[in-house]
Every structure is written in structure tokens, then in C-alpha cells.
């Protein structure tokens, strides 16, 4: 249980992430958002990923490959947010499991049972219970296509650090996305900077910590196991998104998002036995 753990902790912090960003993303842009982040994450990594030395040559493309990834799910999701409603956004964004799931089969050979994808697809029906009567389906095209690429450089994200493995360290995973991050979003945001005040620029150097710690634990949770069986947990972020509406935005569950966390939380629990008994 140690991977769904590891992936059960990424989307807790990737959902403190969320909460942050949104705050942030009124007063700033995308690139300025990256690049500190991207700075944060790299001050704090680095150190140790200087001491695992070089990436051999042959495993640097997919390692660059893997970051650039990393970069075009938070920008994407960026731009969907600022465009949708959070909650059309979301909609989007728990197709990643199917995304996850079809790639591991296709490029890393898993095996995935009929029934563990009825379990996702009954995940994905509870998320839609509480989500469905509130779409307001206004938003622009291009809003709902950021939030697709987004979902699919996700999937990406996972297959790539499965196919990876551990040859290199989690401090050496993290620099290589933080460090493209710096140096493609770090001239933009020098050009369109605004100076925050005391509070946002903690709230941004927060958000680079929890950035970081976020991408290390998913990437610890891939490295211990297989991605069709940790994708149907994305499906958890419905259960942070309902908490944080209560405790941040003062937004009481109702009944719907009630039933529908029991759902989720079903069929989660019983995607997880499933994975258990298929031979991989």
C-alpha cells in the first residue's frame, strides 16, 4: 500500500496547491506563478541533485520529456481556471485516470481487468453527481481544451515516471522540471512582473514548497506502483475540493456531494482490491 499512500498524500497537497493558486491567480499571471515556483522548487532540490552527478545521455530526452510535461499540466490548468468555472474544469480533469489507465496498457503493457475499469467508471459517475447540476457550461471552447491538454500531459506525467524507474534520485526528478521551469517561464515573468505584497509573496513561496512536495510524493508513488493502479485515486480530489470549500470558502456540502464522496470513496476502495487480485 505503500504507492497508493505516496499518491494518496500528492493529491492532498496538489489540492492545498490548487486552493493557493486560486487565490494567486487574481492579481497574477501564469508565468510569474511558474517561475517562482519553479525557483522554489529548484533551491531545494538541487543541493541533491548535485550530489547523484549526471543523467546518462540516454535517459536525458525522456527526463526532459517528463518535465516539460510537469510544465504544460500546471500552465494548461492555469489557463482553464482562469477561463471556466472550477467545477467545469474538474469535469475535465477526472478523465486523467481513463488517460493514465489507456497509456499504461498501450506503452508500459499493465494489465487492466474489466472490472477495475467499471470500478473507475463508478468513481467517475459519483464525482458527476454533485458536479453535473452545477455546470453552467458557459465557458469559452478554448477554456475546456486547456483543460484537456492539461488532463492528458497528467497522464503523461505518470507513464513517463513509471517508464523512468529509479535509477535516478527523487531530488534529480524534481530539479530537471524545476530548472526548464525557471529558465522558460523566468523571462516572461521578469517582463510581465508585479510586485506582491508581503502576504503573496509568502503565498507564492508556499505554493513552490507545496509544488515541490507534491511532484516528489507523486513521483515516489509511480516509482512504487504501477499507474493503472493509482490513477482511479485522482478521482479523491473530489473529497479535498468539498473540504476546502468549507473550511477556505465558507461553502457547506450538501447532499449531493455527500452521496457523491461515498461513491467515489466505494469505488476507490474497491478499484484497490481489484488491482490487488489481477496478476500483473
Known amino acids: 500500500?505503500?504507492?497508493?499512500?505516496?499518491?494518496?498524500?500528492?493529491?492532498?497537497?496538489?489540492?492545498?496547491?490548487?486552493?493557493?493558486?486560486?487565490?494567486?491567480?487574481?492579481?497574477?499571471?501564469?508565468?510569474?506563478?511558474?517561475?517562482?515556483?519553479?525557483?522554489?522548487?529548484l533551491l531545494l532540490t538541487a543541493p541533491f541533485a548535485a550530489r547523484a552527478g549526471a543523467i546518462a545521455r540516454e535517459r536525458l530526452s525522456l527526463h526532459l520529456l517528463r518535465g516539460l510535461l510537469i510544465l504544460a499540466s500546471a500552465f494548461f490548468f492555469f489557463q482553464a481556471f482562469a477561463l471556466l468555472p472550477l467545477l467545469d474544469a474538474y469535469i475535465v480533469f477526472?478523465?486523467?485516470?481513463?488517460?493514465?489507465?489507456?497509456?499504461?496498457?498501450?506503452?508500459?503493457?499493465?494489465?487492466?481487468?474489466?472490472?477495475?475499469?467499471?470500478?473507475?467508471?463508478l468513481a467517475f459517475l459519483g464525482v458527476l453527481v454533485p458536479i453535473v447540476p452545477a455546470l453552467t457550461g458557459g465557458g469559452p471552447l478554448v477554456g475546456y481544451l486547456a483543460a484537456l491538454v492539461g488532463t492528458a500531459a497528467t497522464a503523461g506525467v505518470m507513464i513517463t515516471t513509471r517508464k523512468l524507474g529509479t535509477h535516478e534520485g527523487l531530488a534529480v526528478a524534481m530539479a530537471v522540471p524545476a530548472l526548464l521551469g525557471a529558465v522558460l517561464f523566468g523571462p516572461v515573468a521578469v517582463a510581465v512582473w508585479v510586485p506582491p505584497g508581503t502576504r503573496d509573496l509568502a503565498l507564492l513561496l508556499v505554493n513552490g514548497v507545496v509544488w515541490t512536495g507534491a511532484n516528489l510524493a507523486l513521483t515516489a508513488a509511480v516509482r512504487a506502483a504501477e499507474p493503472s493502479r493509482l490513477a482511479p485515486l485522482d478521482f479523491t480530489a473530489m473529497l479535498w475540493a468539498v473540504l476546502f470549500d468549507a473550511l477556505v470558502f465558507g461553502l457547506a456540502p450538501g447532499v449531493l456531494d455527500v452521496i457523491g464522496a461515498a461513491v467515489v470513496v466505494l469505488a476507490t476502495l474497491g478499484h484497490q482490491a481489484e488491482q490487488r487480485r489481477t496478476p500483473r
Open 1 to 41: 500500500m505503500r504507492g497508493p499512500a505516496l499518491m494518496l498524500t500528492a493529491i492532498a497537497l496538489f489540492a492545498v496547491l490548487d486552493t493557493i493558486a486560486k487565490w494567486l491567480s487574481v492579481g497574477y499571471g501564469s508565468a510569474q506563478v511558474i517561475a517562482l515556483r519553479s525557483a522554489v522548487g
Open 94 to 121: 477526472f478523465l486523467a485516470p481513463f488517460f493514465t489507465m489507456g497509456l499504461a496498457v498501450a506503452v508500459l503493457g499493465e494489465r487492466v481487468g474489466a472490472r477495475a475499469w467499471a470500478w473507475a467508471g
